[in-house]
């Protein structure tokens, strides 16, 4: 298997008490985003420190927290389009160019689009950022997680990412993104009782 991803599916809310592995979170002080509005999703990038966010009735800005502090934003692309903010946004750096790609479940979550940005970095920004691909979904996204194949990764060829989209009707569907179309077969989960919880991760 060139991805890896767990997914799982079950009653109940995780016991943080019975977690092997505790997080540290470093809060880092930021301005609003410039011209106003409010973050409605994110997701980071290629460079450390560095995250992409949608700013509704803006669009697509970077926030690069390694600036003299307490951050600094620039503009990527503009979108009108909504973002399912739960889900975040899954950046991917374009194979040797100025470009790179943002994707993304709509709001309400029965779409997954992508769409092509400036690269981090990019003194430029669009009108507009370009859809590349826009999939409507049978059912809502429920849980989504971003890999990377890391046999590609380690060899000569271009990492090729995914992201898993498990769906509210139990069926596991993969995405290129840097094109926004289907990779693979999709899966179909077990079936569980009423109440359930679906998780998915990336391991990279």
């Known amino acids: 298997l060139k991805r890896a991803f767990v997914v799982g599916k079950g009653p109940g809310t995780p016991n943080p008490s019975r977690m092997a592995t505790a997080a540290r979170i470093t809060v880092v002080p930021s301005p ?25 009735g803006i669009g697509f800005r970077y926030l690069d927290l390694s600036a003299d ?3 600094h934003w620039s503009t990527a692309g503009g979108y009108g389009g909504s973002v399912a903010g739960a889900f975040g946004l899954h950046h991917r750096h374009g194979a040797g160019d100025a470009t790179a790609f943002v994707s993304f479940a709509e709001s309400p979550p029965r779409a997954w689009v992508c769409a092509r940005i400036p690269a981090v970095g990019e003194t430029i920004s669009v009108d507009e950022a370009t859809v590349l691909q826009r999939t409507a979904l049978a059912a809502d996204v429920v849980a989504v997680a971003a890999c990377v194949d890391t046999v590609a990764a380690e060899g ?4 090729a990412e995914e992201a898993a989209l498990v769906l509210a009707n139990g069926v596991v569907r993969f995405m290129d993104l840097a094109t926004g179309k289907a990779s693979g077969k999709a899966l179909t989960l077990e079936a569980s009782g009423a109440g359930a919880l679906a998780v998915a991760c990336g391991l990279g």
Do not use: Q
């Not at 985003?33 to 509704?56: L, M, N, S």
């Open 156 to 159: 000569n060829g271009t990492a």
């Open 69 to 71: 502090p307490p951050g």
């Open 32 to 56: 609003p985003p410039a011209g106003g509005g409010k973050i409605a999703a994110v997701g980071a990038t290629d460079r450390e420190a560095v995250f992409v966010a949608h700013v509704p």
